[in-house]
């Protein structure tokens, strides 16, 4: 299985940029990147998907470089909202098994 | 539309006794997960459950857990004769069709055994 890695956790104040960076050293081919958020007391939630370069949307961006090793997930503006703790997972679509593991994850904490 | 529902949403047990959590994933989902989440940890893999295809159970942590899905659509995750370790949120999600397609996640079961 693909493996991930991710700091522990992250602080932050609002309106500032926030980057965390997954590394996934054994991704394979046919590997997608994948990022929730969840909150307290929620299940998580769907954040951004990738395979290479660039994706954005209302939320993110992520930021794929070309040997795909690592991903940097981009929060730009962040607010005390953005609390949470935001997992990486690396799967292949095909298959759908290796995306089944979300990790410990990274707990960002947003100071006013 | 409705998402991922899950029942109840907490359940307080002794040791010993049998649970039944239930999952009712977003119409026209064919898969279904099952997760645990322990306090201030990930989450664990338990079961996945896609189309009609045998359950990929590889997560379950012991004999003591199974889950079913009946008629493609609402699932029961069982725990019999519950542990104190067994105390945890239990996360259910479903997506469309492959498993890296988006997850959607209900809010949880908060399991408590005494």
Same mark, same amino acid.
């Given at each position: 299985?693909?493996?991930?890695?991710?700091?522990?956790?992250?602080?932050?104040?609002?309106?500032?940029?926030?980057?965390?960076?997954?590394?996934?050293?054994?991704?394979?081919?046919?590997?997608?990147?994948?990022?929730?958020?969840?909150?307290?007391?929620?299940?998580?939630?769907?954040?951004?998907?990738?395979?290479?370069?660039? *994706?954005?949307?209302? *939320?993110?961006?992520?930021?794929?470089?070309?040997?795909?090793?690592?991903?940097?997930?981009?929060?730009?503006?962040?607010?005390?909202?953005?609390?949470?703790?935001?997992?990486?997972? *690396?799967?292949?679509?095909?298959?759908?098994?290796?995306?089944?593991?979300?990790?410990?994850?990274?707990?960002?904490? *947003?100071?006013? | 539309?409705?998402?991922?529902?899950?029942?109840?949403?907490?359940?307080?047990?002794?040791?010993?006794?049998?649970?039944?959590?239930?999952?009712?994933?977003?119409?026209?989902?064919?898969?279904?997960?099952?997760?645990?989440?322990?306090?201030?940890?990930?989450?664990?893999?338990?079961?996945?459950?896609?189309?009609?295809?045998?359950?990929?159970?590889?997560?379950?942590?012991?004999?003591?857990?199974?889950?079913?899905?009946?008629?493609?659509?609402?699932?029961?995750?069982?725990?019999?004769?519950?542990?104190?370790?067994?105390?945890?949120?239990?996360?259910?999600?479903?997506?469309?069709?492959?498993?890296?397609?988006?997850?959607?996640?209900?809010?949880?079961?908060?399991?408590?055994?005494?």
């Amino acid at each position: 299985l693909a493996k991930t890695t991710q700091p522990i956790s992250m602080d932050s104040y609002e309106g500032q940029e926030v980057n965390i960076t997954c590394s996934h050293n054994n991704i394979a081919t046919n590997d997608y990147i994948t990022w929730y958020q969840q909150f307290p007391s929620q299940g998580p939630r769907f954040i951004i998907q990738g395979y290479k370069t660039k *994706v954005t949307n209302e *939320v993110a961006s992520l930021f794929i470089p070309a040997d795909r090793k690592s991903s940097t997930l981009s929060l730009p503006r962040v607010s005390l909202s953005d609390t949470a703790v935001y997992y990486c997972l *690396v799967g292949d679509r095909q298959t759908g098994r290796r995306a089944l593991t979300f990790g410990s994850g990274t707990r960002l904490q *947003v100071q006013p | 539309g409705a998402g991922v529902s899950q029942s109840p949403s907490n359940k307080v047990t002794e040791k010993g006794k049998d649970v039944e959590l239930r999952c009712d994933p977003i119409s026209g989902h064919t898969a279904l997960y099952w997760y645990r989440q322990s306090l201030g940890q990930g989450l664990e893999f338990l079961i996945y459950f896609q189309g009609n295809s045998a359950p990929d159970k590889s997560g379950l942590p012991s004999d003591r857990f199974s889950a079913e899905r009946t008629g493609g659509s609402v699932s029961t995750l069982t725990i019999q004769r519950t542990q104190q370790e067994d105390s945890a949120v239990y996360l259910c999600a479903s997506s469309l069709e492959r498993g890296t397609d988006t997850q959607y996640f209900g809010p949880g079961t908060r399991l408590t055994v005494l």
